[in-house]
Structures are given as C-alpha cells and as structure tokens.
C-alpha cells in the first residue's frame, strides 16, 4: 500500500541557508500534517492542511512558511536557518477521521 | 487543554522479561484517540496502536497489550517476553476528534526510552 513519502531524506543546509521540505501524503487523503522532532525530544505539531487551506498552526517559527499544493502535496519552507532548527521532519496525512500516517521524516542538518 | 505525561524517561529490563510502559493523558474532550508510536534508532514513527475513547477495551497483538482505563486517564502498553529489538523510544500520544470527520492533530508525550539488555 502507498505510504506517505517525504523529500530528500537527508538534508545538510548551512546557517542562514533556505531549506524546502516535500511531503506527498497517501493518495486520497485530503489533510497533512507538519511536525518537527528536535534530538532527544517528542515530535512537536507545526501546521496542518486540510483540502490545500491551513486547519490549524502550532509551535511554527515566523521563518517557516507551509502550503498545500492543488495535487496534495505539501512543502515545508524554512528560511534563514538556525542551528537550533535541526531535527527530523515529519509529515503525516490523514482521511475522514481514520487516523494519521507518518511518513519516514526527513532529517535536516544545520551547519 | 491536552496533555501526555510519561513519567518514566528510560527503562532497562533484560531480555525476555516482561515491561510496562506508562501513559497518563488529559483532555476535555469526551470523544478523542490514543495511540502508541515505537521510534527505533533509525528515526521513523512506527504506529502500534490507535484507540477511541469509547472503546475501553484491552488489546492484545502478539507480545503486546495495552490496558485503557478511562477511570484513572491511563493507556498503559505491555511487552511481554521483551526481545532486544524491542529496544526504541516508545511514544504514547493523544488526539481529539474534530467535527465533520477529521482528525486533529496528534499531541506526544516526552517518550519512554526502552532498554532490552540481552
């Protein structure tokens, strides 16, 4: 079965660099959710969409902007990054109240 | 407000051992989900368990159980016969329903560390 699948995988960005983050959730499934997960902590909720409009924002820095495209895939655009902003990324989509999906996150470096 | 309180940080049994692992939530909501994700080393969330409010339910999947009481906000996990690739973080974690069908999103706890020591 497709699963959520999140580009690149691996992702080395130097300090004050722009990084955008890809996000293609289960065929279908009309909402995506944005997390991020610092070293050592739990997965911290970002912004979510629901059919392309923003449903809710969370702890999402300024520098951070988000959309949802009329495919359904989502990207993460994050500017002048800081070394604080390195973590893994998830995102996760969801359909009709049935639960959400993780995809296998996409771990940014910041050097 | 929705709240995931994993009291114990890390745990290390040895191997066939049996580990409980605990979950205490609060929400508002009388309709909301629990789930339980394993996090191994290599970093992707694995989804275990998804479980509404309104089913109290035990569950058992193979060395796994988990135990809902609504009485206490406990949704406590279980492995039995614990085997070293058992060893993760394990996130226990909350979500409340959201009208027309949807979900909200997921609130984590602070993640248990397991230790399997062969």
């Known amino acids: 079965a497709a699963g959520v699948i999140q580009s690149p995988r691996h992702l080395i960005k130097e300090k004050r660099e722009t990084a955008t983050l890809k996000c293609y959730p289960i065929?279908?499934?009309?909402?995506v959710y944005w997390y991020q997960q610092g070293p050592g902590q739990d997965p911290q909720f970002l912004i979510s969409?629901?059919?392309?409009?923003?449903?809710d924002k969370g702890s999402i820095p300024d520098r951070f902007s988000a959309q949802q495209f009329s495919d359904y895939h989502s990207e993460l655009n994050m500017s002048s990054l800081e070394l604080g902003d390195s973590a893994l990324y998830f995102c996760?989509?969801?359909?009709?109240?049935?639960?959400?999906?993780f995809g296998q996150g996409t771990r940014l470096t910041v050097v | 407000a929705q709240k995931v309180t994993q009291a114990q940080t890390e745990i290390s049994v040895v191997e066939k051992e049996d580990v409980t692992l605990d979950c205490v939530y609060e929400?508002?909501?009388?309709?909301?989900?629990l789930f339980w994700y394993k996090q191994p080393p290599s970093g992707e969330l694995v989804f275990l368990i998804r479980?509404?409010?309104?089913?109290?339910q035990n569950e058992i999947s193979g060395r796994y159980s988990w135990n809902f009481q609504k009485s206490t906000s406990s949704f406590n996990f279980t492995i039995t016969a614990s085997q070293v690739v058992d060893s993760a973080v394990y996130f226990c974690?909350?979500?409340?329903?959201?009208?027309?069908?949807?979900?909200?999103?997921?609130?984590f706890g602070k993640g248990t560390r397991l230790h399997i020591l062969p």
């Open positions: 969409f629901y059919e392309k409009m923003q449903s």
């Open positions: 974690a909350l979500s409340e329903a959201e009208p027309m069908n949807r979900d909200d999103k997921i609130i």
């Open positions: 065929p279908r499934h009309d909402t």
């Open positions: 929400t508002r909501d009388t309709t909301y989900y």
């Open positions: 479980r509404n409010s309104f089913d109290e």
């Open positions: 996760a989509s969801s359909l009709g109240g049935r639960g959400a999906f």
